[in-house]
């Protein structure tokens, strides 16, 4: 692949704003109950496996944006419109997607991060104290036409940010352009998924290789403290790529989506990988995207793609792939996050057209699965749909560490 591609739509605010563009495994939104006949991507043929799989939840879905901010920090009753749902004490800090905006929820307090309106893919330092994000802008690239010219065409750049829990001034981490000097033509590359290691290293699916190097395929590759990029040593083919990276907490494996799409399904299945030993663990069976591993590294919630059920929020054994524990049955479910305990989920679930943060508190015996104690809905408001949440494991109102 190029550095330029058509291939990924990109999802649209309501206000017109492109939000951060990422593929989504061959997953189309959730929708109402389709007719008989219509299944889960619709009516009519697929125009072809890869077009499919780069579909955005959020393409579908839009994003919503928030009417009317007052302020960037709203109290304990949920601010304008009581957006907060009641008896809410967030331990640590939620980010989330608003309006193409990042916002956090810390125990009872709702703060707007970032003015948007292109933010997305929020994740979190170990120690909590830094939240690493993905924003595109527009430039304005080079393309040659039949006549050997150069034609203008406009770019979606992502850049890769952090921004300090307490405050502080936004960094760049990492800029997307792609500058070929020689004939001076400009290409975006894709930037998104970002995982921060204990030891800093950040995991990205990227096809970024440097400011002058040209293309390669989105898979995961690795982003050094010292600014360095080297790819991932990942030994199984993947046509489509790799996505979804996400670390053990002792940093020992990475968990990775290895992309796949066959006769209308989505084939695309996690898999570990131990980064002494250079091995490959294949986890369960095909069909599960978006891997958070729990904090004592014995569980594993995805998301479980299913072509006439939808997508549903399931809690898999690291140690023998199976499915000890479907969260939701609703087939409108997506993007698991574990709190920094593991006694807690957050994902996202639609809202008629939009979605809603949603948070199930588990019973984690020491041994045995974990089990539903109680569901809840966080905010009554909408928030963006293609935007995975995130759970750092500081309070805004705590002290901040240092950067990994």
């Known amino acids: 692949m190029t550095g330029h591609r058509s291939l990924r739509p990109k999802p649209r605010l309501r206000s017109d704003r492109s939000a951060v563009a990422r593929p989504f495994h061959g997953l189309r939104p959730p929708t109402p109950a389709p007719s008989s006949g219509g299944g889960w991507f619709g009516r009519g043929p697929m125009v072809a496996p890869i077009v499919a799989f780069a579909l955005l939840?959020?393409?579908?879905?839009?994003?919503?944006?928030?009417?009317?901010?007052?302020?960037?920090a709203e109290g304990g009753d949920g601010g304008e419109g009581g957006d907060l749902a009641e008896g809410i004490d967030i331990d640590g800090t939620i980010a989330f997607a608003r309006g193409g905006a990042l916002w956090s929820l810390s125990g009872s307090t709702l703060t707007q991060l970032t003015d948007g309106p292109t933010d997305g893919e929020p994740a979190w330092s170990?120690?909590?104290?830094?939240?690493?994000?993905?924003?595109?802008?527009?430039?304005?690239?080079?393309?040659?036409?039949?006549?050997?010219?150069i034609a203008p065409y406009r770019l979606k750049v992502p850049s890769l940010m952090r921004?300090?829990?307490?405050?502080?001034?936004?960094?760049?981490v990492l800029d997307g352009l792609v500058e070929d000097p020689n004939p001076k033509l400009n290409f975006s590359s894709f930037i998104f998924d970002p995982a921060i290691a204990p030891d800093g290293r950040i995991a990205l699916a990227t096809d970024y290789k440097g400011p002058s190097l040209l293309g390669g395929d989105v898979i995961i590759r690795f982003l050094g403290r010292d600014g360095?990029?080297?790819?991932?040593?990942?030994?199984?083919?993947?046509?489509?790529?790799?996505?979804?990276?996400?670390?053990?907490?002792?940093?020992?494996?990475?968990?990775?989506?290895?992309?796949?799409?066959?006769?209308?399904?989505?084939?695309?299945r996690i898999v570990r990988y131990d980064v002494a030993s250079d091995g490959v663990v294949r986890i369960g069976t095909t069909g599960f995207?978006?891997?958070a591993v729990s904090p004592d590294g014995?569980?594993?919630?995805?998301?479980?793609?299913?072509k006439r059920r939808g997508s549903d929020?399931?809690?898999?054994?690291?140690?023998?792939?199976?499915?000890?524990?479907?969260v939701t049955r609703t087939g409108r479910s997506w993007s698991p996050a574990w709190s920094p305990d593991g006694t807690a989920?957050?994902?996202?679930?639609?809202?008629?057209?939009?979605?809603?943060?949603?948070?199930?508190v588990l019973n984690a015996p020491a041994s045995g699965p974990p089990t539903i104690v109680s569901s809840e809905q966080l905010l009554r408001n909408p928030v963006d749909a293609g935007v995975r949440p995130a759970w750092g494991v500081l309070r805004s109102d705590g002290n901040g560490g240092s950067a990994p």
């Open 57 to 72: 939840l959020a393409a579908a879905l839009g994003t919503w944006q928030l009417a009317a901010l007052s302020s960037r």
């Open 126 to 149: 170990p120690d909590g104290s830094w939240l690493y994000f993905v924003r595109q802008r527009n430039e304005i690239g080079g393309r040659r036409n039949a006549s050997g010219g």
């Open 163 to 172: 921004i300090g829990l307490r405050g502080g001034g936004e960094e760049l």
């Open 228 to 268: 360095s990029i080297t790819v991932a040593d990942l030994p199984d083919e993947a046509p489509y790529g790799h996505q979804d990276p996400a670390w053990s907490a002792d940093g020992a494996s990475l968990y990775y989506v290895q992309n796949g799409y066959a006769q209308g399904e989505s084939a695309s």
């Open 289 to 291: 995207i978006e891997p």
């Open 298 to 306: 014995r569980w594993i919630a995805a998301t479980r793609l299913e």
């Open 313 to 326: 929020v399931v809690v898999m054994s690291v140690a023998t792939g199976e499915v000890v524990l479907e």
């Open 345 to 360: 989920l957050i994902f996202l679930a639609a809202l008629g057209s939009e979605a809603s943060l949603q948070q199930v």
